[in-house]
T-cell receptor
Framework: EAQVTQNPRYLITVTGKKLTVTCSQNMNHEYMSWYRQDPGLGLRQIYY???????DKGDVPEGYKVSRKEKRNFPLILESPSPNQTSLYFC????????????FGDGTRLSIL | DQQVKQNSPSLSVQEGRISILNCDYT??????FLWYKKYPAEGPTFLISISSIKDKNEDGRFTVFLNKSAKHLSLHIVPSQPGDSAVYFCAASDRGSTLGRLYFGRGTQLTVWP
């Protein structure tokens, strides 16, 4: 089954404790992207990757890092999480870019205390 | 400053009637537009898209209209069904400048009642 898998689905942690949210897709997609969803703000793009070793900033990259060492994986790293990064995070992928329908994961709810 | 605006946070429509969801944008360089639908506890799913060289695109019950001069697009759902109740996000991209960037609106909660 074609899917985008995010882990963990839920996480409660404390300020400053480094965490990684993993994202993996099994569709051999070149394009991957991270978004956060906040009440009243909709979806905002954090980072995206057009292909392996190619990443770029979205709307709200501050406080986040990403890497794309292999096509299937696109982890989101919060090196020193803060409470304003409490949010619902989505990873997505598409074959070549935003013109193709993006497949989204089911989301990761992060709470930073 | 938000470049894609969905000014109606919610819309309520009776089953069988038409639902019209609106979206405005400020960046005249946007040349590709998409609609995504989101149910609670799930990721968004792609609905329909339109390129700026067109003014209309249809897919079954869903039609998107683009008015470039007004920087406005709308999504029509006819007829509306209870299963269409979801949050709808409008998104836009300037493919000539940044191929992978996508700007979303804040979403409109559509409720279709029987």
């Amino acid at each position: 089954e074609a899917q985008v898998t995010q882990n963990p689905r839920y996480l409660i942690t404390v300020t400053g404790k480094k965490l990684t949210v993993t994202c993996s897709q099994n569709m051999n997609h070149e394009y991957m992207s991270w978004y956060r969803q906040d009440p009243g703000l909709g979806l905002r793009q954090i980072y995206y990757s057009m292909n392996v070793e190619v990443t770029d900033k979205g709307d709200v990259p501050e406080g986040y890092k990403v890497s794309r060492k292999e096509k299937r994986n696109f982890p989101l790293i919060l090196e020193s999480p803060s409470p304003n990064q409490t949010s619902l995070y989505f990873c997505a992928s598409s074959s070549t870019g935003i013109e193709q329908p993006q497949h989204f994961g089911d989301g990761t709810r992060l709470s930073i205390l | 400053d938000q470049q894609v605006k969905q000014n109606s946070p919610s819309l309520s429509v009776q089953e069988g009637r038409i639902s019209i969801l609106n979206c405005d944008y400020t960046n005249s360089m946007f040349d590709y537009f998409l609609w995504y639908k989101k149910y609670p506890a799930e990721g968004p799913t792609f609905l329909i898209s339109i390129s700026s060289i067109k003014d209309k695109n249809e897919d079954g019950r869903f039609t998107v209209f683009l008015n470039k001069s007004a920087k406005h697009l709308s999504l029509h759902i006819v007829p509306s069904q209870p299963g269409d109740s979801a949050v709808y996000f409008c998104a836009a991209s300037d493919r000539g400048s940044t191929l992978g960037r996508l700007y979303f609106g804040r979403g409109t909660q559509l409720t279709v009642w029987p």
